[in-house]
């Protein structure tokens, strides 16, 4: 089973698919700390006070931006930015929006489990060198691992780059970052899980994708829908609002803001839920 | 004690309601070299797909080197396999693909990928990315895998596919010297016979999912190889004629007109002669032979006739 994690190791580095990863996650650090806001590809101001940490400059950056307008050059826009949102925490609102690195983490499970099936070389590993119970679990341990490893290099290099870049005053800290991070591994974990289940369902690289790129979107309306329909059913608000807060992206949105105690133990839950469901699943195929 | 390399009892794998493989029962001793012959879709390749343990069996069993086939892990670094179409990855070059799957093997001497490059002459192309190989190329490398790691049993699925003429000669070397300098024990399926027969020693006719036949060699030339079949007008005495004046046993009645002699094989002006001189009507006697496609799809028309 080592030997599988080892050989994939030394295969995946040589795919192109890793450098458009990479460049993918640098652009998306890059433009959020360029222009200061997260997320990184979006020129619209979408600052909620209360998730920035600076509620009092936020109205007022919202007036200056309406004279300044969105027709300013980029580096006036971040001038202006840089210049009303001082404590800002531009880190801790990056790992707010980790979700975009699930588009990286397809990458992954495309190199290392689709690929295998697409190309058919998964027959040459299962009738020389290991059971397909030991192929399920090496490509899962490998998906998880490469999982992690781009969501740290991703935050570490996001941390560095901000400090390098805008300054302390727009970072809410290492020690800060490092337990967002730590918070939301679980929901790291429990992706690199989908997907590589949803690589062993699909095995096709096409289909993969056409399945894998919109399960977000289509997790965000399903759940919309659920809580939509129980909510009505209950009649409270409450009841939507907690079902909506265990999908993936309000999950990294919701543990990169001072979450409580019970909602980390139930986020972690639900992320373990998901990873043992979908890999029984994705080993059963 | 691993005299036998492979045994299968009752081997059966059904997809649903179709019967891919029905009761296969195959005895391959060590050191030979065994050849599958059947139609597309007869269940060749279902029966390697099972042995090689990337497709699960739904009845039956068998045995690896003696082990059960729910050890077979313990004994699958002892098997090479190219079953289907050679398949690697497009974007790495021969020497990468062969070295990902020596990490797998846990394989540590790099020599080993050299060699088995070698072996199936690819050694120029080691650099070459395997896309820009031709189906040739692409074939030589699946058996470069399948040898890389000197295996007790290499099991070949057509693994002359696409191989230019000399390609094909070179490669019935190496299975032959595999098979007799390191004492490699082959099971090869083809549909090119007239290769098979030339490396195989023992053969396996399997049609329409079952086992219709398995023969040696040896059993295969007295069967249908060279004879001398002779038409006249009462077997019957011809037969008297056979086995007290030409003294020998070796003939098969045909029907009451016709019979085949394996026996004075170079003689066969003799015979005439002695069958007219004990009163035999000799209407025609000709030197014949099955070769193993004939004896194939005689066999096979046989099958189709008795369904």
């Known amino acids: 089973m080592f030997n599988i994690i080892k050989s994939d190791f030394y295969r995946v580095p040589k795919c192109k698919n890793l450098i458009i990863a990479l460049i993918i996650m640098l652009l998306l650090i890059g433009t959020s700390i360029y222009l200061i806001e997260a997320g990184g590809i979006s020129m619209s101001v979408s600052i909620e006070p209360s998730d920035v940490g600076a509620g009092e400059v936020a109205e007022e950056y919202e007036n200056e931006y309406q004279y300044t307008g969105v027709n300013g050059s980029m580096s006036e826009i971040r001038e202006t930015t840089k210049k009303y949102l001082k404590g800002y925490e531009l880190d801790r609102d990056i790992l707010r929006w980790n979700i975009n690195l699930y588009y990286v983490f397809i990458f992954i499970a495309v190199m290392a489990v689709s690929s295998d099936f697409s190309n058919g070389s998964v027959k040459n590993t299962l009738s020389s060198a290991i059971s397909k119970r030991k192929y399920f679990i090496s490509k899962l341990s490998f998906v998880v691992m490469g999982c992690l490893i781009f969501f740290y290099l991703n935050t570490f290099i996001m941390y560095f780059a901000n400090l390098i870049v805008n300054g302390k005053e727009f970072s809410a800290g290492f020690r800060t970052v490092m337990e967002i991070s730590l918070m939301q591994l679980p929901v790291v974990i429990a992706l690199a899980g989908i997907l590589n289940a949803l690589a062993f369902i699909c095995r096709k690289t096409a289909i993969f994708n056409t399945v894998a790129i919109p399960l977000v979107f289509i997790a965000q309306m399903s759940i919309d829908l659920l809580c939509r329909l129980v909510g009505k059913n209950v009649g409270t608000v409450k009841t939507e609002n907690s079902f909506a807060n265990y999908e993936a992206d309000r999950m990294f949105r919701l543990l990169a803001n001072n979450p409580t105690g019970i909602y980390v133990a139930r986020c972690y839950i639900v992320c373990f839920a998901a990873f043992i469901l979908f890999s029984t699943v994705g080993y059963n195929v | ?307």
């Open chain 2, 1 to 307: 004690m691993e005299d036998i390399v492979l045994k299968t009892d009752k081997l059966t794998k059904k997809y649903g309601k179709f019967t891919a493989l029905d009761s296969a029962d195959i005895v391959i001793r060590r050191g030979s070299i065994y050849g599958l012959i059947g139609r597309n879709g007869a269940g060749k390749t279902t029966l390697m797909k099972m042995i090689a343990g990337l497709s699960d069996k739904t009845d039956g069993s068998f045995e690896l080197f003696g082990r059960p086939d729910a050890e077979l892990e313990n004994v699958k670094k002892r098997i090479g396999c190219l079953i289907e179409n050679p398949a690697f990855f497009p974007n790495m070059t021969a020497y990468q693909n062969l070295r990902y799957y020596a990490i797998q093997k846990g394989i540590v001497d790099r020599e080993l990928i050299n060699n088995a490059l070698k072996t199936v002459k690819l050694d120029d192309n080691a650099g070459k990315k395997f896309k820009s190989f031709s189906l040739g190329m692409k074939q030589r490398l699946g058996i470069a895998f399948a040898i890389m790691d000197n295996p007790d049993f290499v099991i070949l699925d057509e693994p002359i596919n696409g191989l230019d003429p000399i390609g094909i000669s070179e490669m019935r070397d190496t299975i032959k010297r595999l098979n007799e300098e390191e004492g490699v024990t082959f099971l090869i399926s083809s549909h090119i016979l007239s290769e098979l027969y030339s490396v195989a020693e023992s053969f396996c006719i399997i049609e329409k999912s079952k086992i219709i036949k398995q023969f040696t060699k040896e059993e295969l030339d007295a069967e249908c190889g060279k004879c001398i079949e002779i038409q006249t007008d009462d077997s019957s005495k011809a037969v008297w004629v056979i086995e007290n004046v030409l003294h020998s046993s070796d003939y098969k009645v045909i029907d009451k007109n016709r019979l085949k002699l394996y026996d004075h094989l170079e003689d066969s002006f003799s015979v005439n002669r002695i069958m007219i001189e004990n009163g035999i009507n000799v209407y025609g006697i000709v030197e014949k032979g099955l070769t193993l496609e004939d004896y194939f799809i005689t066999l096979v028309e046989e099958v189709q006739h008795d369904v």
